[in-house]
């Protein structure tokens, strides 16, 4: 899946920031965190958790080649005013309201870690990997 809004809190409309990504394919929803002064797309060991800096979600879906040279709209991942919505990346018969998760390494889903997690569950649809 991805990590779209589920809601936002007061309303507003979030703000978009135009920052400058890496070399990749990028697509809505994709979960990003900096690497070498652009954004990169979380990865296995890059930006799964809380001590690798702040994240975005990207609001564009595109191939770069011309890293750092062209700017896309995100939106930052820590706004407590919106709710994102994604899926389990494997079954998870622990998963609760209130623990906080990683990101998983395709940076579209959580990956049933609590470890340095960041992203709250504040309610959810199952247990099954997928929901």
């Keep these: ?26 697509a809505v929803g994709d979960a990003l965190v900096f690497v070498s002064n652009a954004l990169a797309k979380v990865s296995t060991g890059v930006g799964q958790d809380t001590e690798e800096g702040a994240h975005y979600i990207s609001m564009f879906a595109a191939t770069e080649a011309t890293s750092g040279l062209t700017k896309y709209p995100v939106v930052k991942a820590a706004d407590d005013n919106i709710v994102w919505e994604t899926t389990l990346s494997a079954p998870d018969p622990d998963i609760a309201a209130g623990l906080k998760y990683c990101i998983y390494t395709d940076g579209a889903q959580h990956d049933g870690s609590t470890t340095k997690g ?11 990997g997928g929901r």
Excluded: R
């Excluded at 920031?17 to 890496?22: D, M, Q, S, Y």
């Excluded at 960041?118 to 099954?128: C, N, S, T, W």
């Design 1 to 26: 899946m991805a990590f779209l809004i589920h809601t936002v809190k007061d309303g507003h409309v979030p703000p978009f920031e135009f920052l400058p990504v890496g070399d990749g394919t990028y």
């Design 118 to 128: 960041f992203l709250e569950v504040i309610d959810f649809d199952g247990k099954a």
